[in-house]
């Protein structure tokens, strides 16, 4: 196999057709092909060669200078589905995505159907990546309503030795009580991982069915109170290079372009949140 060029699964990443991995999984799958030929998996690729994925052609960005990517943040509504197609034809969450031409965005990450609230998307594969990497473990924060409260001995329990569920223990970052009134109950967690369903999975483990869920910050990214459910905004350009400079990805020498403004947006501004040092968004919601 020739060492020359790029590896496929990251040109391809680069150039904003999806996640270093949903392209791994795309050449598996004979979804792509080089120079008419069915990729593999591991192939490389130079300037000058054709990559076509589902018969449509590439535009490869090797040997140029790589813009910098676009970050959206969005804020989820319950009953919306993080997927381009389902059969059964629920709302998605890219119905509501404005349109980019020669790229697409690529959710960071996901939220299961009926949970709510920070959603990032951005044109950067790499990003994409960097981000979801298990390694990189990065800190999801989440405000869950339970009906029911937890017990002292329980709140210890998930801040030190957590809890086994089939797919292996659970322990949270970080937990406070914000209390509630009547049957339910509120709480702020962080985990640092995003196991399927894993917040409802652990609750329910604790015997406390949890009746509302909302992802308030993911990384150094909040989200901010003026992004109302459904809404959404895009980060500004010292934003990005802070999301950027946080994955540990080059900020680059090419300009990163201006938020764009469509109607399905709505009331978004041209940048979407104020700095801060240490997170890009304001304080998050309480909830």
């Known amino acids: ?39 593999t998996l591991g192939m490389r690729v130079a300037e000058g060669d ?43 969450v890219f119905d509501n995505l404005p349109r980019i031409a020669g790229q697409k965005w690529i959710a ?9 609230g920070l959603m990032i998307f951005t044109t950067s594969g790499e990003l994409a990546n960097r981000l979801m990497h298990p ?42 009580d914000e209390g509630g009134e009547g049957f339910n109950h509120w709480y702020r967690i962080v985990i640092k991982e995003g196991r399927n369903r894993e917040v409802r999975r652990t609750f329910e483990a604790l015997g406390l069915p949890v009746s509302r869920l909302i992802r308030v910050r993911f990384g150094i990214v909040n989200l901010p109170p003026s992004i109302k459910r459904g809404k959404m905004a895009e980060l500004g350009s010292e934003e990005v290079k802070m999301v950027l400079e946080w994955a540990g990805l080059p900020v680059g020498t090419a300009p990163i372009p201006a938020p764009q403004k469509t109607a399905r947006e709505g009331k978004t501004e041209g940048r979407a949140t104020k700095n801060s040092r240490r997170r890009v968004g304001a304080k998050p919601n309480n909830y």
């Open 1 to 39: 196999m020739s060492e020359i060029g790029e590896r496929l699964q990251k040109v391809l990443a680069q150039a904003g057709v999806g996640s270093r991995r949903e392209m791994e999984e795309w050449i598996a799958a004979g979804r792509v092909k080089v120079n008419g030929e069915v990729a």
């Open 50 to 92: 054709r990559v076509q994925v589902d018969g449509r052609a590439i535009r490869l960005r090797m040997g140029e200078t790589q813009k910098a990517p676009r970050v959206l943040l969005y804020h989820k509504q319950e009953g919306e589905i993080v997927s381009r197609d389902d059969p059964d034809g629920r709302p998605s």
């Open 108 to 116: 960071i990450g996901r939220l299961d159907f009926n949970t709510s």
């Open 135 to 176: 390694r990189f473990e990065v800190e999801r924060e989440y405000a869950v309503r339970v009906q029911g409260e937890m017990a002292p001995e329980q709140m210890k329990q998930m801040l030190h030795q957590g809890i086994e569920l089939e797919d292996g223990v659970v322990k949270f970052a970080k937990l406070t």
